[in-house]
């Protein structure tokens, strides 16, 4: 037991990371790996998350991008405690720093190569049932989704590149506070082939002037008794990455 409540230890990235987290509040998951999976970072470069939470997809991000400085950006306390935690746990202590902050106020003492983030997915308390206390702050707002989009962007070297995953029904939302600011690549996110997206990830390039790109969807599921797709699960395991700037692939 904590100030969290009871924690549960789980292993993600196809066993390769320990996330200590909560067992009744929010708790990691696919959306977080999908995030992580396509954010690409070069040795020495400086990245933020907004709403690290655990610290699930910033640990991710650290993993895959070996020699690259990250921030997790947090306001509630047990969570970020949870995240530091999760970083010495993983032995990534050195190059991941856990801020306690409003991440939309935050400011970094430099310009960023990349933010991203999984920001709750309502800002009207109406549009849902409420959830558990745990879980308000993960799934409702206070701001507006394109109010997350601009503060990623403000803190972003000219070329950085924002990424961030939401429901597919905000995809107008996020285009518009995009709008004359970034070019965007969008990659749609299928429960099933033939199923509507549910999801969409987007990465925006600060200043970019490049046309939309609507890249091939992700399937999630096979059809029938619905196990993953091979891509799908190459992604969970860390076994592939996502690349949004050009047509998406496996590397």
């Known amino acids: 037991m904590s100030a969290a409540g009871p924690l549960t230890q789980d292993r993600i990235l196809g066993g390769q990371l320990l996330l200590t987290q909560t067992a009744d509040g929010y708790r990691a998951g696919l959306d977080a790996i999908l995030l992580a999976a396509a954010v690409r970072l070069a040795p020495g470069a400086r990245a933020a998350e907004f709403g690290c939470g655990p610290g699930a997809a910033l640990l991710c991000v650290a993993h895959a991008c070996p020699g690259a400085q990250l921030t997790g950006v947090e306001l509630d306390p047990c969570a970020a405690a949870l995240a530091r935690g999760n970083a010495a746990a ?3 202590e050195g190059r991941v720093e856990i801020v306690e902050a409003d991440a939309l106020a935050w400011r970094a003492d430099a310009p960023l190569d990349a933010v991203f983030f999984n920001p709750p997915y309502f800002d009207d308390p109406a549009a849902l049932r409420a959830p ?3 879980k308000q702050a993960a799934w409702i707002s206070a701001a507006p989704l394109s109010d997350w989009i601009a503060a990623g962007l403000k803190r972003l070297r000219p070329g950085g590149s924002l990424v961030f995953i939401h429901r597919a029904d905000r995809l107008g939302e996020a285009l ?4 004359g600011k970034a070019s965007a690549a969008v990659l749609p996110i299928h429960p099933r082939a033939q ?3 549910k999801r969409i990830l987007i990465e925006a390039r ?3 002037r490049a046309p939309l790109a609507v890249l091939a969807p992700l399937v999630l599921h096979e059809d029938g ?3 993953w797709t091979p891509r799908a699960d190459a992604l969970l395991r860390g076994a592939a990455r996502l690349e949004l700037t050009g047509a998406a692939r496996q590397v």
Do not use: D, E
């Open 206 to 208: 600060a200043g970019g």
């Open 90 to 92: 993983n032995g990534l």
């Open 132 to 134: 558990k206390p745990g």
């Open 225 to 227: 008794a619905g196990a």
């Open 195 to 197: 199923a509507p997206a």
């Open 176 to 179: 518009g506070a995009l709008q």
